[in-house]
């Protein structure tokens, strides 16, 4: 078996060595950094993973790459079939310290963190900036880029997640829990239902900032709210979700 390749700092290239047999939740690892395709993507269908997943479809779609490997990870521990929680195995906490999904590996270069993912890949492949603003072309455009993508970041996402906990995953019932997050998802959606107003997309024109939020607010029933709240939300998400490449990063 081989042994997990790893990034050489000093290289930018993923190296490897026979030292010792390893567990067998390594494999996986094994076989993707030494895919042939440039780009490794350590996902699960989160809200997050499927964010990264889209934005790689939608590059190909415009410019036919980058291609790219899909690893799903468990994310874990479980009985069922002795699957390990990889995300905190050694191996992956050389790509992502924190022991979270997504992450990618692009030539043996490690990147984490969702946005800084999307903001990678559009870096490298979107050259007509299809889907970004240019920080020197356009640095008003990419400034707004940044606010709204930060928005999603450190407001819905982190926000929304606790109301997908505390509303159907925590295994006790914490009414403060639940109404103090399922509060706060419904102020972060009213704020974005203010931005649409005039819009069709976050920013005027479908990117980065939609790409980021939309994977989480189509799944708002999660975190017991209803889009029926939000007329322009919802149809700014039902407009996403019939992008083709949009569809193939969710996996359908």
């Not at 067998?24 to 993973?49: D, E, H, R």
């Not at 990264?52 to 009985?79: C, F, H």
């Not at 906490?93 to 590996?105: C, D, K, Y």
């Amino acid at each position: 078996m081989f042994a997990p390749a790893t990034y050489n700092k000093s290289s930018s290239r993923a190296t490897s060595s026979q030292a010792h047999s390893h567990p067998q939740q390594l494999v996986t690892f094994t076989m993707a950094t030494q895919s042939s395709k440039p780009i490794v993507l350590y996902t699960q269908t989160t809200a997050n993973g499927v964010a990264v997943s889209i934005l790689l479809e939608e590059l190909k779609a415009i410019y036919g790459g980058p291609d790219y490997e899909s690893v799903s990870m468990s994310i874990r521990n479980s009985d069922i079939g002795n699957v390990h929680n990889q995300v905190k195995s050694p191996w992956f906490l050389e790509i992502n310290p924190n022991g979270r999904i997504p992450a990618i590996t692009h030539n043996g270069f490690p990147v984490f963190e969702t946005s800084a993912i999307l903001l990678y890949l559009a870096q490298q492949f979107d050259s007509k900036r299809a889907f970004s603003h240019d920080p020197v072309a356009d640095p008003q455009g990419y400034s707004k880029e940044l606010q709204w993508l930060f928005f999603a970041h450190g407001g819905v996402g982190p926000m929304q997640g606790q109301a997908n906990h505390f509303n159907l995953y925590a295994p006790e019932k914490l009414p403060y829990a639940i109404n103090r997050y399922l509060n706060e998802t419904r102020r972060l959606y009213s704020v974005l239902e203010a931005r649409l107003e005039g819009r069709e997309y976050i920013i005027d024109t479908y990117g980065l900032a939609d790409i980021k939020t939309f994977p989480w607010v189509r799944r708002a029933d999660v975190a017991g709210v209803s889009l029926s709240e939000f007329p322009r939300l919802k149809a700014w998400v039902e407009r996403i979700s019939a992008r083709p490449a949009v569809q193939k990063g969710l996996g359908n």
